[in-house]
């Protein structure tokens, strides 16, 4: 799916948010995983690609009104993903 919106509907930046000050360090490590992960210039043919989106990294309960404003009402070009947990256990 990550892959059609960014080929078919040119969403070029994915936005991680989830919800919890617990969840911060989630937050901050998807952008970096993501980066590594499809940031490439070559695939496995060595063919030039120039693959990758623009991972951004935010928190709910923080970035909620900053950033959700230009995420629903700026360019369409992201893909929003909202993360939350139904019961955090206590030693997270």
């Known amino acids: 799916m990550k892959f059609i919106t960014m080929k ?17 360090s989630l937050g901050w490590w998807y952008p970096q995983f ?16 120039d693959n990758g989106r623009i991972p951004v990294a935010a928190v709910g309960t923080t970035d909620m009104h900053s950033l959700t404003q230009e995420h629903q009402q700026g ?16 030693d997270l």
């Open 34 to 49: 993501l980066g590594e992960s499809l940031g490439k210039k070559y695939d496995v043919n060595g063919n030039i690609v």
């Open 75 to 90: 360019a369409k070009n992201k893909l929003v993903q909202f993360i939350t947990v139904k019961k955090l256990p206590k």
């Open 8 to 24: 078919v509907y040119g969403m070029a930046v994915e936005v991680i948010m989830p919800y919890g000050d617990k969840l911060r």
